[in-house]
């Protein structure tokens, strides 16, 4: 059992950066992929960025070269920079393994972007 704890979502402008953070409760990103996921109202949540062990990275379309994962082993923690935030990217935010792991979904985070 895992638990994910995310934080730094917040309100932001159209064109604004934000840094989420995601710490999970012990070391998995030796051996796991480790994804950030977002949900929005009515949609499914989705995968936008991952990151497996060898540190190969991969985004949606969506968020390709706006948003950057990296995650520090060291404090279990991963963290998704968000750049040239676009109002389509207000969600909750999550990170999880992948496939994900129904019992380790966290509070997540939220995002809204609005002027």
């Known amino acids: 059992q895992v638990q994910f704890v995310e934080s730094g979502g917040g309100l932001v402008q159209p064109g604004g950066s934000l840094r989420l953070s995601c710490t999970a409760s012990?070391?998995?990103?030796?051996?796991?992929?480790i994804a950030w996921y977002r949900q929005v109202p009515g949609k499914q949540r989705g995968w936008v960025a991952k990151m497996n062990t060898a540190d190969k990275t991969d985004y949606s379309d969506s968020v390709k070269g706006r948003f950057t994962i990296s995650r520090d082993n060291a404090r279990n923690t991963a963290y998704l920079q968000m750049d040239n935030i676009v109002p389509e990217d207000t969600a909750v935010y999550y990170c999880?393994?992948?496939?994900?792991?129904?019992?380790?979904w966290g509070q997540g985070t939220r995002v809204t972007v609005s002027s």
């Open positions: 012990r070391n998995i990103f030796d051996y796991k992929t």
């Open positions: 999880n393994v992948v496939p994900s792991e129904s019992n380790w």
